[in-house]
């Protein structure tokens, strides 16, 4: 059994949105380290946002204001809307959740439970 399932991904053309979507379960949900990934063809992984350790929202620079990431604890759902999409955006994102570890001046998130991704190809 898949631990998390993306949906959500497709084709748009640059400056459109898309509105990402995580199925998780009452197993692998958490209010804290539930986080979007994305992976360029060709690049590393790349953290996009995050619920941090804890529970607190986090973007990183180059989604900052174009992307929202949001939760519905009824339906064990993480989702991440995007907009104003640019072709720099284009890449697998996956969603992925774990636990956390006290570093002593802060948590730390230790995401093991992954899906399997969706594809977004934004055009110019």
């Known amino acids: 059994q898949v631990p998390l399932k993306e949906s959500g991904g497709g084709s748009v053309q640059s400056g459109g949105s898309l509105k990402l979507s995580c199925a998780a379960s009452?197993?692998?949900?958490?209010?804290?380290?539930m986080a979007w990934f994305r992976q360029a063809s060709g690049k590393g992984r790349e953290e996009v946002a995050k619920y941090d350790g804890d529970g607190k929202t986090w973007y990183a620079d180059d989604v900052k204001g174009r992307f929202i990431i949001s939760q519905d604890i009824a339906t064990y759902s993480l989702y991440l809307q995007m907009n104003r999409l640019k072709p720099e955006d284009t890449a697998m994102y996956s969603c992925a959740t774990g636990g956390r570890t006290w570093s002593g001046t802060g948590w730390n998130c230790d995401y093991s439970d992954w899906g399997q991704g969706t594809q977004v190809t934004v055009s110019s």
């Open positions: 009452g197993a692998t949900y958490r209010r804290y380290c």
